[in-house]
């Protein structure tokens, strides 16, 4: 297949997805055009396109304080400012929509009505793929009305919607944008199981100078992602284990001295290290129940079933979120949504 793909920016946690499914599309001998502001080399055995933007601020669907006046959520703009950022992604789409089967735009923003707009104009298929990050501002009031009824309009018009889990589809989208159930794939964020395995785990402890044990918990630090919920259980298992934070937020500072010396916060490191990290910690954590403490610290303290478990793990992810079986899974899906020639 020829396929385009529209991106916001570099991303970091759809962007590494965006970048994986491109590498295994490429790999599979699929025409692959990405497109985002500062592509750079992009990811190799695809055409990488860099769109420039006017001025000096990256559009985002998730605000990092630490980025300054250099960055600003597309939820907060006035329907003027996105729209005018909105242009420069749809010349860099209409530049190479005459040579693709179909367009894939990811999140519910600039990107859903730069697809929308230049897919429609072109008779080309396009599907939307919408991250929790890109569309939970709406939920909270964020989005200039006559902005967010473009990329509603976008959501409804699309050939079909991708997401990563039933509650992205069921709890975030479906509840404020009528679209129906079959439209939807959920198609899981993939794990590479040359980079996530047990022995990838090296060095890292000494590098960043951790114990043989620990907790971590890497993502963004915004209240969505449930950081807060982590540093709260803290408290049942510190005197086992410290818990180790990867990733930046709104909330770091406020987090940090809640958890005081039950563990760190290591912000932004590298895609390897971050592998090497969450391969080598002792329990991972994400969206926490409330009991959440004290089933780390029970499973902290027993060995057997951690090893289980992690075997299990390695079991379920081989069948399950590999990579190569997902966007194959993806593949087909997009064939049947794109007209017969």
């Given at each position: 297949?020829?396929?385009?793909?529209?991106?916001?920016?570099?991303?970091?946690?759809?962007?590494?997805?965006?970048?994986?499914?491109?590498?295994?599309?490429?790999?599979?001998?699929?025409?692959?055009?990405?497109?985002?502001?500062?592509?750079?080399?992009?990811?190799?055995?695809?055409?990488?396109?860099?769109?420039?933007?006017?001025?000096?601020?990256?559009?985002?669907?998730?605000?990092?304080?630490?980025?300054?006046?250099?960055?600003?959520?597309?939820?907060?703009?006035?329907?003027?400012?996105?729209?005018?950022?909105?242009?420069?992604?749809?010349?860099?789409?209409?530049?190479?929509?005459?040579?693709?089967?179909?367009?894939?735009?990811?999140?519910?923003?600039?990107?859903?009505?730069?697809?929308?707009?230049?897919?429609?104009?072109?008779?080309?298929?396009?599907?939307?793929?919408?991250?929790?990050?890109?569309?939970?501002?709406?939920?909270?009031?964020?989005?200039?009305?006559?902005?967010?009824?473009?990329?509603?309009?976008?959501?409804?018009?699309?050939?079909?919607?991708?997401?990563?889990?039933?509650?992205?589809?069921?709890?975030?989208?479906?509840?404020?944008?009528?679209?129906?159930?079959?439209?939807?794939?959920?198609?899981?964020?993939?794990?590479?199981?040359?980079?996530?395995?047990?022995?990838?785990?090296?060095?890292?402890?000494?590098?960043?100078?951790?114990?043989?044990?620990?907790?971590?918990?890497?993502?963004?630090?915004?209240?969505?992602?449930?950081?807060?919920?982590?540093?709260?259980?803290?408290?049942?298992?510190?005197?086992?284990?410290?818990?180790?934070?990867?990733?930046?937020?709104?909330?770091?500072?406020e987090l940090e001295r809640e958890?005081?010396?039950?563990?760190?916060?290591?912000?932004?490191?590298?895609?390897?290290?971050?592998?090497?990290?969450?391969?080598?910690a002792t329990i991972l954590t994400?969206?926490?129940?409330?009991?959440?403490?004290?089933?780390?610290?029970?499973?902290?303290?027993?060995?057997?079933?951690?090893?289980?478990?992690?075997?299990?793990?390695?079991?379920?992810?081989?069948?399950?979120?590999?990579?190569?079986?997902?966007?194959?899974?993806?593949?087909?899906?997009?064939?049947?949504?794109?007209?017969?020639?």
């Open positions: 297949m020829r396929i385009a793909i529209l991106l916001l920016n570099s991303g970091r946690g759809s962007g590494e997805v965006v970048r994986a499914h491109c590498r295994y599309l490429a790999e599979a001998q699929h025409d692959v055009i990405l497109m985002h502001p500062n592509v750079g080399d992009g990811v190799p055995g695809c055409r990488n396109i860099d769109i420039e933007l006017h001025g000096g601020i990256m559009p985002v669907h998730e605000y990092l304080p630490s980025a300054g006046d250099k960055q600003k959520p597309v939820s907060s703009m006035s329907f003027d400012e996105a729209m005018a950022y909105a242009t420069h992604y749809e010349a860099a789409l209409e530049s190479v929509v005459d040579d693709v089967d179909i367009v894939i735009g990811h999140h519910a923003n600039l990107c859903a009505i730069a697809t929308a707009r230049v897919a429609r104009r072109h008779g080309k298929p396009y599907v939307l793929f919408l991250h929790g990050t890109g569309i939970e501002p709406r939920h909270t009031g964020g989005y200039d009305d006559a902005l967010w009824a473009e990329i509603e309009n976008a959501i409804v018009q699309a050939s079909g919607l991708l997401v990563t889990t039933r509650y992205v589809r069921d709890e975030l989208v479906r509840s404020i944008v009528p679209v129906p159930e079959e439209r939807f794939l959920i198609l899981p964020c993939g794990i590479d199981l040359d980079a996530f395995h047990p022995d990838a785990a090296r060095d890292i402890a000494a590098k960043y100078d951790l114990p043989p044990r620990y907790v971590i918990c890497p993502g963004a630090l915004v209240a969505a992602k449930g950081p807060q919920n982590v540093v709260a259980a803290s408290e049942q298992y510190a005197s086992i284990a410290p818990t180790i934070f990867i990733g930046a937020g709104e909330l770091r500072a958890l005081g010396d039950r563990g760190r916060f290591l912000g932004f490191v590298s895609a390897q290290d971050k592998a090497e990290l969450i391969c080598g994400d969206r926490n129940p409330v009991a959440l403490g004290n089933a780390i610290a029970a499973l902290l303290e027993d060995d057997p079933r951690r090893t289980r478990m992690a075997l299990a793990g390695r079991t379920r992810a081989t069948a399950n979120y590999h990579y190569p079986s997902l966007v194959n899974e993806l593949v087909s899906w997009l064939q049947q949504r794109t007209p017969v020639t």
